[in-house]
């Protein structure tokens, strides 16, 4: 899997219960995982890249500025909206690092996602399934940073776990979903022995985004 990568570590006093916090570190579990071994929680680390038309075309669209006049095609956004009422608004969300340990899906919309400010962010997607019994495996995941200028649509039932930011207090998200996504389709899966954490691969280096985590370099 490309978006794990293998490095150590030692987690920060707020990862581990206190009686234990002396003793517990992350140690490699697998090319793949790393885990502390006797942590409730393995923490997977997730390569981010930028998305592109191409590498997110399994998931959805990546859409950006067209030309005034330009005929409609199947560059534009295609749009699942028949089930419901849209609902298109301003997402505020406040900042929460790069760390997840859940992620959902909505069978009934294609939803899209945007930012309003240039600060980077990220998305975390998975093919289909269309069930909650059939959740991704940590080697189903692929984080993206979105670049600023261009949007996601994200296809209907795509396991999507975001906006992820770090680095600013807040950020505004423009959100077209339905009007009661929320309330009847939000389908969530909690990872119950793994927690992720979004890193983001710059040129020949590697740096971590997140809070939890102290910043290192490979």
């Not at 794990?4 to 517990?24: C, D, G, M, Y």
């Not at 940073?145 to 950020?171: E, N, Q, T």
Request: hydrophobic share 35%.
């Amino acid at each position: 899997m490309q978006n794990i990568l293998k490095t150590s570590l030692h987690t920060r006093a707020s990862l581990v219960p206190t009686h234990s916090r002396q003793s517990r570190a992350i140690r490699l579990r697998s090319l793949n995982v790393l885990a502390s071994s006797t942590q409730s929680k393995e923490i997977v680390l997730c390569n981010a890249q930028l998305a592109t038309r191409e590498n997110f075309a399994p998931f959805g669209q990546l859409i950006g500025a067209t030309d005034d006049g330009k005929p409609f095609d199947g560059e534009d956004a295609q749009l699942k909206l028949s089930e419901g009422i849209p609902r298109f608004y301003i997402m505020h969300l406040q900042r929460k690092g790069l760390v997840f340990d859940r992620i959902t899906y909505h069978a009934k919309v294609s939803q899209c996602l945007g930012s309003l400010a240039p600060d980077p962010w990220y998305l975390v997607v998975a093919k289909p399934t269309l069930s909650l019994e059939q959740p991704p495996t940590a080697s189903d995941l692929h984080a993206f940073r979105i670049p600023f200028g261009s949007f996601v649509k994200m296809d209907p039932g795509l396991w999507h776990a975001g906006p992820f930011f770090d680095g600013v207090d807040g950020m505004d998200f423009y959100n077209l979903e339905l009007s009661d996504t929320n309330v009847t389709d939000h389908n969530t899966h909690v990872f119950p022995n793994q927690q992720f954490q979004i890193r983001e691969t710059l040129t020949n280096k590697s740096k971590w985004w997140t809070d939890t985590l102290p910043e290192q370099e490979l």
